[in-house]
Structure formats: C-alpha cells, structure tokens
C-alpha cells in the first residue's frame, strides 16, 4: 500500500532540512556577542543583560539569518542583495517590528527621543544578520550544498 503525501509536505520537509544546515554554520556565542553589541546601550540601567531580553533578540536574529538564507537563491542565479531585499521587504519589516515591540516591552522606553534610536537599531540588526543569512546560503548554493 502506498502512502500518499502532499507537496506542501514534501517542500516543508526539504525546507526544514534546509534550514538545520543553515543553522549548523551559526555560533550562539556571535548571536550573544551581536545582541550585547547592538542593544546593551539601552539596558544601562540594569546591571547585567536581561536572559529574557537576550534570548529574544537570539531568536530574532536567527529568524533573520533564516529569511535571509531561503532568499539566497535569488542571488545566486544572478539578483544583486539590493534586488532580494525588495522581494523579502515585508517579511523583514515584520522581523523589525516584532523585536522593536518586544524591546519596547521589556525596556523602559517611553518616549519618543529614546524610542528611535532603537527602531534604527533593531532595523540594522535585522538587516545584518539577514545579510549574514543571505551570503552563507549563497556561498552553499555556489558549492553545490543545498
């Protein structure tokens, strides 16, 4: 008896493996060195890093590095970085958004004085480590590593 499955299935399986080679190439600790680089000026007045702060930009900043990676292909069959970062703008927009929301959160931001500076802060980690994303998924699909 054969069993029949979806190609919905098929391509969300083939992108989950895709996804854990990615993530093979990623260290924790440059996540942890980027996320105190980019966001502990903001946290002066506690004395350490908050955990919950910390593992919230990690994770944001490997959703990026991911979106940036599934997007790789794009450049490797010719698109310039300029080009793909307008196909995967809104998705991009929304990784901003989200840990903008969630530093707001868990800050003590509250006016609008402090409040840009760390839109523009979440805007530049996304998009770094997008890049990141990007350029390792690129390099896998030029040595044939998909």
């Known amino acids: 008896m054969?069993?029949?499955?979806s190609?919905?299935?098929?391509k969300r399986e083939k992108e989950i493996k895709y996804e854990r080679k990615m993530l093979?190439?990623?260290?924790l600790e440059k996540l942890r060195v980027q996320a105190h680089q980019y966001?502990?000026?903001?946290?002066?007045?506690?004395?350490?890093?908050?955990s919950v702060v910390e593992e919230g930009c990690i994770d944001m900043a490997i959703e990026a590095y991911l979106l940036g990676a599934s997007y790789s292909?794009?450049?490797?069959?010719?698109?310039?970085?300029?080009?793909?970062?307008?196909?995967s703008a809104r998705e991009e927009k929304h990784l901003i958004d989200a840990l903008f929301d969630f530093?707001?959160?868990?800050?003590?931001?509250?006016?609008?004085?402090?409040?840009?500076?760390?839109?523009?802060?979440?805007?530049s980690y996304i998009?770094?480590?997008?890049?990141?994303?990007?350029e390792k998924g690129k390099k896998r699909w030029r040595l044939k590593l998909r």
């Open 103 to 123: 530093l707001c959160f868990w800050s003590d931001v509250g006016d609008i004085n402090a409040g840009e500076p760390l839109y523009y802060a979440c805007e």
């Open 2 to 5: 054969n069993v029949i499955t």
């Open 73 to 87: 292909r794009f450049g490797y069959y010719g698109e310039s970085i300029e080009q793909v970062k307008k196909r």
């Open 24 to 27: 093979r190439e990623l260290s």
């Open 39 to 50: 966001f502990l000026p903001f946290y002066q007045r506690h004395r350490v890093f908050p």
């Open 7 to 10: 190609f919905k299935e098929k």
């Open 127 to 134: 998009a770094h480590w997008w890049t990141e994303g990007f």
